[in-house]
């Protein structure tokens, strides 16, 4: 970008997230960084600092093995940080040696990725530079309830020494925000919303993952495309099919973060119907996720909190119908006619119900339902209406 004949300097943007690409075991916000890197990548230079290896994995990336040196990672410059040199001192040395116009934050609670970076902030004197911290819907209620005990006693202190002052609060939602402003106590013009930007712009012609049509004796085909965690409900999903009269396959796609919880689904899935199937597939990458709602019927993802919900989107986009909790943005599915939103509180029953009318639907009407969700998809991604929301937030 050129201006009078002389190169333009883009701002930098200097980003301390857990974990980053080639990584996608962290789930949304990995997805979220990404699309806006790429969707600005042009007007503002990335520099992320991350971990060297994905969520829950011993071994670093391939990348990462090699001189500890910024990597371009599509749009971005990436540094990946081994666990041995996630001390103070090194959080330091990268702000000291890095010219910056922005300090971008991926979460209010990370260790090494948020809370060393704001206390070298302090040691260095950045804290008059612009800061940003997304808490990725680590403030909705049932986030807030999992360790508790350990939270709130963190975010009285953190308020007490004065660790998040001065910076900027980014939401995804006015939802995301009002949770963030009743977690911390804020003021409604200390929080700014900018929307999640989904990869690419949806388009009417988006493909449908290559979906095979349902045959006549086929079960109906359920998935679940998210952290095996207490927070995603992973659990509660299987409950609600232990009373499904009609065949179902249910496939759980996802990283295992909760081991305890996994041998509890276990022992559920052992007292399931005989046509009820589960499943437990795996973790599967960004890339592949697609093809896995394209195989699929219908998304069961009855989440206790998201602050957007790629996947919720992602499914959408292939036109795969949702069974979703209300504990997302993604509100009156049902008077769109994409699927259904419920509140937890209803109990298994109520999602039995839209189960029963999906596998319906599916049946008589199965392609125009799904031509019906993709257009959904279409007309409320809004790609430009999100990427200057994000543009708006990083410009200071």
């Not at 962290?26 to 979220?32: E, M």
């Not at 499914?315 to 699927?339: E, F, K, Q, Y």
Request: charged fraction near 25%; hydrophobic fraction near 40%; include cysteine.
């Amino acid at each position: 970008m050129t201006t009078n004949g002389g190169p333009v300097s883009r701002p930098v943007v200097l980003i301390f997230v857990p974990h980053y690409l080639p990584g996608f075991k962290y789930g949304g916000p990995v997805r979220s960084l990404a699309n806006m890197v790429e969707a600005l990548g042009d007007e503002f230079r990335f520099l992320i600092v991350t971990a060297d290896r994905d969520e829950g994995d011993r071994e670093p990336y391939q990348i990462a093995r090699s001189a500890q040196a910024w990597k371009q990672v599509g749009k971005a410059e990436v540094l990946y940080l081994p666990p041995k040199v996630r001390g103070l001192r090194t959080f330091r040395r990268v702000l000291q040696s890095t010219p910056y116009d922005v300090l971008y934050l991926n979460s209010y609670f990370s260790p090494d990725f948020t809370i060393k970076p704001l206390l070298a902030r302090l040691l260095v004197g950045d804290g008059r530079k612009p800061c940003v911290v997304a808490p990725r819907g680590e403030f909705s209620p049932a986030a807030l309830a999992l360790k508790r005990w350990k939270k709130l006693p963190y975010i009285a202190m953190a308020r007490a020494i004065g660790l998040y002052r001065g910076v900027t609060w980014e939401a995804s939602t006015e939802y995301d925000a009002a949770d963030i402003r009743s977690a911390i106590g804020l003021r409604a013009e200390e929080v700014r919303t900018a929307m999640n930007i989904p990869a690419t712009p949806i388009a009417a012609t988006s493909n449908d993952g290559g979906h095979l049509p349902r045959r006549h004796d086929d079960p109906l085909r359920i998935c679940f495309v998210s952290r095996v965690s207490a927070k995603k409900n992973v659990d509660f999903a299987i409950e609600i099919l232990n009373s499904i009269p009609i065949p179902v396959r249910f496939q759980i796609y996802g990283p295992i973060q909760d081991l305890q919880l996994y041998q509890q689904c276990l022992r559920l899935i052992a007292e399931l119907p005989d046509q009820v199937d589960v499943t437990f597939m795996g973790s599967v990458s960004h890339d592949d996720v697609p093809r896995v709602f394209a195989a699929n019927d219908l998304f069961l993802f009855p989440t206790r909190g998201e602050n957007y919900g790629h996947v919720i989107a992602e499914s959408l986009a292939v036109g795969t119908p949702v069974l979703i909790s209300d504990r997302t943005p993604w509100r009156d599915l049902a008077r769109a006619g994409v699927g259904w939103d419920l509140p937890l509180e209803a109990g298994a029953v109520a999602f039995q119900e839209k189960i029963l009318e999906a596998d319906i639907r599916s049946r008589t009407a199965g392609g125009q339902w799904r031509k019906l969700v993709q257009t959904y998809a279409v007309n409320t991604s809004d790609y430009s209406k999100r990427v200057e929301s994000a543009r708006a937030l990083l410009s200071f």
